[in-house]
């Protein structure tokens, strides 16, 4: 998965389940911050990724990534979340501690962490 992609997958999944507003997200990998603008709660995302130029929005469980051109599926199970980007065929979980998200990209295998 695209790195920007997978850190606006870890920004939804942060504000969806956190309930927080954030400005954007600091993705770890690669050592920056990300700005992100919009809205995320468990019932829809609508927000704008300045990193990609791009949208994605939709209701759950299925968003659609107009930066990759493909849906991205997500579910909620307490600080947990998982789904499928559909533009690279992998599946992806994590989880939400207050401010932190850990995100596997079962994709790459790796474990990825970001911070709102």
């Known amino acids: 998965m695209h790195p920007s992609a997978r850190a606006c997958i870890a920004y939804i999944a942060a504000c969806s ?14 050592s920056k911050h ?21 949208h994605v929005s939709g209701h759950f469980p ?13 579910g909620f199970n307490g600080k947990a979340f998982s789904g499928y980007n559909f533009r690279t065929a992998s ?8 401010s932190s998200i850990s995100l596997y990209d079962h994709g790459v295998g790796i474990n990825f962490q970001f911070s709102i």
């Open 17 to 30: 389940i956190s309930g927080k507003k954030a400005s954007g997200i600091y993705d770890y990998s690669q």
């Open 62 to 74: 299925t968003l659609f990534d107009y930066g990759q051109g493909a849906h991205i599926s997500f």
């Open 91 to 98: 599946h992806f979980s994590g989880a939400v501690n207050g």
């Open 34 to 54: 990300i700005s992100i603008s919009g809205n995320a709660d468990k019932r829809s995302a609508s927000l704008y990724d300045y990193s990609r130029s791009c």
